[in-house]
């Protein structure tokens, strides 16, 4: 069955995400082919995939997570969340610093020219802009968690590591879509509204109860839709900011639609896929088998994995 269920999962994958990216990295997709307004091509554009990518991802994540429903002991009585285990900080950290550098390689490589002096230019400006956006996001989502829990210190050393961490992929998933077309000082700002906006989602998607233990709806859909927007503002070619023109309003406009079709037809063929699943009852363990699991959670954090005594037994959270 579990082997059904993958299979299953990675078709829907190898099936949703090549028709966005056709849509939009492909000659032939009407979201690459635009419109003409002006005797100018509006076209979508997303250097890096914060939707061709992120928002595809962060969408399939986000139905199959409200789907499948919490976790036993997620959420009380009341509705509040609960903390519970499975991650630890060395662990937690040595991930983020791994993807901080395999953005740095992606992005850059997705410049697939270095002949002349401007694609030397223009590989300077994704590497600076990659950097600065993924450490505003950081900064910002670290200051929001640490004004929020300035009074209460329970747990608060684990908030604060997962905000950095996150808040940081949350900058680097929201440049993607125009790391080669902003400014750095752009690319600061998208960061710091990356990493907030990383924080609101958190806590809206918690509010109806989803349970997303790795916070990947917060980071890869929220930050996603957040950059793919903050291209059409911040684009030095065709910006809104830069040029108030009719063809700038039009491409803002014309990614804003595809926008909306990536998320459409990522969550309709996701809540077909999990339908599916769920019907059959091939999405879910048994009780028995997920209490066995979240004991083996529990004692894989009894470990001393932070300095601050009141939290050593404490698991890792997300929340």
Not at 135 to 163: E, M, P, W, Y
């Amino acid at each position: 069955v579990d082997r059904f269920s993958s299979n299953l999962i990675c078709w829907a994958r190898g099936f949703v995400h090549p028709v966005v990216a056709h849509w939009a990295w492909t000659e032939e997709g009407w979201l690459s082919k635009g419109v003409d307004v002006e005797n100018v091509t509006v076209a979508y554009n997303d250097f890096a995939g914060s939707g061709v990518v992120h928002v595809t991802g962060g969408a399939v994540a986000l139905i199959g997570a409200a789907v499948l429903g919490p976790r036993i002991g997620r959420f009380d009585d009341s509705g509040k969340p609960v903390h519970m285990g499975g991650k630890t900080a060395t662990m937690s950290a040595l991930g983020g610093f791994i993807l901080f550098f395999g953005f740095l390689l992606f992005m850059s490589g997705r410049h697939r020219s270095m002949w002349e002096v401007e694609d030397g230019l223009i590989f300077g400006r994704i590497t600076i802009n990659t950097i600065l956006a993924g450490s505003a996001g950081a900064i910002a989502s670290l200051i929001l968690v640490t004004f929020i829990n300035r009074k209460n210190r329970v747990h608060r050393d684990q908030q604060q590591l997962v905000a950095t961490l996150n808040g940081c992929l949350a900058g680097l998933v929201a440049i993607c879509a125009g790391a080669s077309s902003v400014e750095g000082y752009a690319a600061f700002i998208i960061g710091i509204i990356a990493g907030l906006s990383y924080r609101v989602w958190t806590k809206v998607i918690l509010k109806y109860q989803v349970d997303d233990p790795l916070e990947s709806v917060s980071v890869h859909l929220g930050a996603g839709i957040w950059g793919v927007i903050a291209e059409g503002f911040f684009s030095t070619e065709r910006g809104l900011l830069y040029n108030w023109t009719r063809v700038s309003v039009m491409h803002l406009m014309w990614t804003l639609a595809g926008l909306a079709a990536i998320v459409a037809w990522t969550a309709a063929t996701s809540a077909i896929l999990f339908g599916i699943l769920h019907t059959f009852n091939l999405l879910h363990l048994s009780r028995a088998d997920e209490l066995r699991d979240l004991e083996g959670e529990k004692w894989d954090t009894q470990k001393p994995e932070f300095a601050n005594p009141t939290v050593v037994s404490n698991p890792m959270l997300i929340s």
